[in-house]
């Protein structure tokens, strides 16, 4: 089952107008929520940044946040899984004509629910590989946009590659992953590119900030270089449905001579704490 525009159907019943300005142009945004042991974690950090990305494309939050938690709890009835992803996604709305330009226009609002199955400790041990590539997306990379093509191909190229991540730069400086926060360790301290219009602060990125605090692991938001980056003592990557990832590899480079390090380990530990509190 999905929700679409006030009706929970089948999604082979779903179905929007052509004239959708989120099919013609991508003009919409989107979040996508873990929901832990049947509980939405961290729902109103994400339903305060989904407020932040429709206010910066001058859309109207079509519900207040009680409603939100209403509609996806009634969503999460019809799939009793305990562990779920919510996807969700508003469209500026379906216009008349294609055009560039907007009027005031009903958004279109769809929801689905998708297994969520984080990797476990174990397997994250292994380790993962990701290679780096100039970021030449827009300027505007705070908000959480359905318009990803950029993204798109940079996930390609790690697909085509047998990497997990492409890790982005702007002038030599580490921004963020094509769909990931990236955080690196040098001489025991945490650095990660600071909140700016040039990443997506992700609800996790604040989480495994959080977490690192209270592993005494001092933290800078200062973006580190793609030299750091290389010769760091650990990299990681953090998203919603990863958590926090240690990368092993870069550019066929090993990282900490291809072996997780120990902050990664002690905060990861305290993320899984958060998650079942």
Request: hydrophobic share 40%.
């Amino acid at each position: 089952m999905v929700y679409l525009n006030g009706e929970f159907l089948a999604k082979n019943q779903a179905s929007i107008s052509v004239m959708d300005r989120g099919f013609l142009f991508g003009d919409g945004v989107y979040e996508v929520i873990p929901v832990y042991n049947g509980n939405i974690f961290r729902l109103q950090e994400h339903l305060q940044r989904l407020q932040n990305s429709l206010d910066a494309i001058a859309v109207t939050n079509p519900y207040t946040n009680r409603e939100w938690h209403d509609i996806f709890s009634q969503l999460l009835t019809h799939d009793l899984a305990p562990n779920q992803s919510i996807y969700l996604q508003i469209t500026r709305g379906a216009d008349t004509q294609r055009k560039h330009s907007f009027e005031s226009l009903t958004p279109t609002v769809f929801a689905e629910l998708n297994p969520l199955t984080p990797k476990t400790k174990l397997e994250l041990i292994q380790g993962f590989s990701a290679i780096t590539q100039a970021d030449f997306r827009w300027q505007r990379c705070d908000i959480k946009a359905t318009s990803l093509l950029a993204n798109i191909m940079y996930s390609q190229q790690a697909k085509q590659n047998q990497v997990e991540e492409v890790i982005l730069h702007r002038d030599q400086s580490i921004t963020e992953g094509a769909t990931s926060n990236v955080f690196i360790v040098k001489n025991n301290t945490l650095f990660t590119h600071p909140t700016s219009p040039n990443i997506l602060s992700g609800i996790t990125r604040d989480l495994v900030l959080e977490s690192a605090k209270a592993c005494q692991l001092p933290i800078q938001e200062i973006a580190p270089t793609l030299d750091e980056l290389l010769s760091a003592d650990e990299v990681w990557i953090s998203s919603s449905t990863r958590e926090v990832m240690p990368i092993t590899q870069v550019d066929d480079q090993p990282i900490n001579q291809g072996k997780i390090g120990m902050h990664w380990s002690s905060v990861y530990d305290h993320y899984q704490s958060l998650k079942n509190a």
